[in-house]
């Protein structure tokens, strides 16, 4: 079990340093001691809660191209989709997936 408040202040806290690949924010929450690895449901759940919040952005892209900001919907499909918290796993592979904290970086979405 995790402690929410405290996953919630370390996904921010990491969003700050820069785009972070979602592999690395389930290595990240591991080494502070508030996630086990095999828990990425929670993670899931505590970036979109921030998605929703507007606290965070999600990007993706080829990993060897530079990331695009998503629109939410597409944001939190990704962001469920627990291949993409492991680097080279196929949806990796096909389209890496990033989080910022919007403190950080913030790209204003387009809107039609």
Known sequence: MSDPTGLRQVVLDLG??????????????????????STVEELATALVDLLREKRIQVWSGHWSQDPEVVDPVTAETLLGVEEQYTFNSPADQRLRVYYVNVDNLRVCEERP
Do not use: Q, S
């Not at 592999?23 to 502070?32: K, L, N, Q, R, S």
């Open 16 to 37: 700050l340093e820069d785009l972070i690949p979602l592999p690395e924010i389930a290595t990240g929450v591991e080494m502070h001691g508030v996630l086990r690895r």
